[in-house]
């Protein structure tokens, strides 16, 4: 039951090699990771309620088989599971084998960006202002 399907086609620039996580000109876990991670961002982006985003909290992804330079890769994400103000995903990706080559779970939280960005804003101020001298 996919909600969201993502097609890509490895290239070098994809591989573990280029992306420092291997050596091997093959697709790389942490491309593969952001590739399932773009396709639950688009469900939840569908999903959240009005003047709400998410974040991603958590990522499991069992990386099952190599897919080399010129490999199409399908990516898909579920519908998600929601407990209020968490979104679970269940996410794979097969090739243009129908292989599977990656399965696994992503979670979402649901935030108001204004909110959430605050305390980056006060901190950054904070360490911004100048020190007042001790007595």
């Excluded at 399932?36 to 985003?53: D, I």
């Excluded at 292989?99 to 204004?114: K, S």
Aim: glycine share 6%.
């Amino acid at each position: 039951m996919a909600v969201q399907t993502f097609e890509h086609t490895v290239t070098e620039g994809d591989t573990a090699a280029v992306l420092g996580s291997g050596d091997l000109a093959v697709l790389a876990t942490p491309r593969l990771i952001n590739w399932l991670e773009r396709a639950a961002y688009a469900v939840a982006k569908a999903s959240c309620p009005a003047g709400q985003t998410s974040v991603g909290t958590l990522v499991k992804v069992e990386h099952l088989k190599a897919s080399p330079v010129g490999a199409v890769v399908t990516c898909t994400c579920s519908k998600p599971i929601s407990d209020g103000r968490r979104l679970i995903f269940h996410v794979k990706a097969v090739d243009d084998a129908g292989e599977q080559v990656a399965v696994g779970e992503m979670h979402r939280r649901l935030v108001d960006p204004q909110r959430f960005m605050t305390r980056f804003v006060e901190a950054a101020e904070a360490a911004a202002a100048p020190a007042t001298p001790a007595e």
